[in-house]
């Protein structure tokens, strides 16, 4: 990218896919791996140039900065992703801006470019991505399970629902069913090679029950093949309804 900057047109933006990887969006691998880079102008035409994707727009935002880097706002980036992502990535990549860490956006921002939007390429799917976006998740993992669960017909669970116990905290996991009291963490960890952590996912699994919550933990294994994990938890909801 660097070696851009020294014959780049005036003004110019990185973009699309571009600029969602300078955010950190979470994207389809073949997005992350592509070599190509999106370049946005304002009253020129697009740079052609071996390597780059030229884009021409109307730049009316001041330039943001990530990693030493010109782009697009973050909620400018996302509209764009909304005619390449089908609807859950532009949901996981909504969640990330808007993220309980370090967000970049806000869903205030991400409303009011859906609504000033017209005629850009995938706003339908813009539109229908923003009524399931949430603040304040942690992973993309987590969006995905949320989704998961969603996408089963279940209803949707609350996000970091923090559980007190007789007047001490027992945890906030990622994903809550507060009157059934079931809750569920996204793990990622290697608890096999890591003792220390499979210690505290004993404890902090005993701390729930001993509330009278039941936990469970979702892998990725869980996600690629949800059936088992899913008839687990509609079972659980029936029981303790």
């Not at 110019?12 to 370049?39: C, K, M, N, Q, W």
């Not at 697009?72 to 909504?94: H, K, M, T, Y």
Request: charged share 25%; glycine share 6%.
């Amino acid at each position: 990218m660097s070696c851009l900057l020294a014959v780049a047109p005036t003004g110019f933006r990185f973009s699309h896919i571009t600029a969602a990887r300078l955010y950190g969006i979470p994207l389809p691998s073949h997005y992350v791996l592509r070599a190509e880079l999106d370049v946005t102008v304002s009253g020129s035409y697009p740079p052609r140039m071996k390597g780059i994707l030229g884009h021409r727009a109307t730049l009316q935002h001041a330039i943001v900065v990530r990693e030493m880097m010109p782009v697009l706002p973050a909620e400018q980036v996302w509209l764009q992703l909304a005619s390449v992502l089908d609807l859950d990535d532009l949901i996981v990549a909504g969640d990330h801006l808007v993220r309980r860490k370090r967000p970049v956006s806000s869903m205030a921002k991400l409303e009011a470019a859906v609504a000033e939007a017209t005629g850009v390429p995938g706003i339908k799917r813009a539109r229908d991505a923003l009524l399931e976006i949430r603040p304040g998740t942690d992973s993309p993992m987590e969006s995905r399970m949320r989704l998961t669960i969603v996408r089963a017909g279940l209803p949707e669970p609350a996000i970091r629902h923090t559980v007190y116990f007789e007047g001490y905290f027992v945890g906030t996991p990622d994903l809550a069913y507060v009157r059934e009291r079931v809750a569920l963490d996204f793990d990622g960890k290697l608890h096999l090679t890591e003792e220390r952590v499979y210690v505290d996912d004993v404890e902090r699994r005993a701390l729930f029950e001993d509330a009278d919550w039941r936990y469970l933990t979702i892998t990725k294994n869980h996600l690629h093949v949800p059936r088992s994990f899913l008839a687990r938890l509609e079972r659980l909801l029936s029981e303790r309804g």
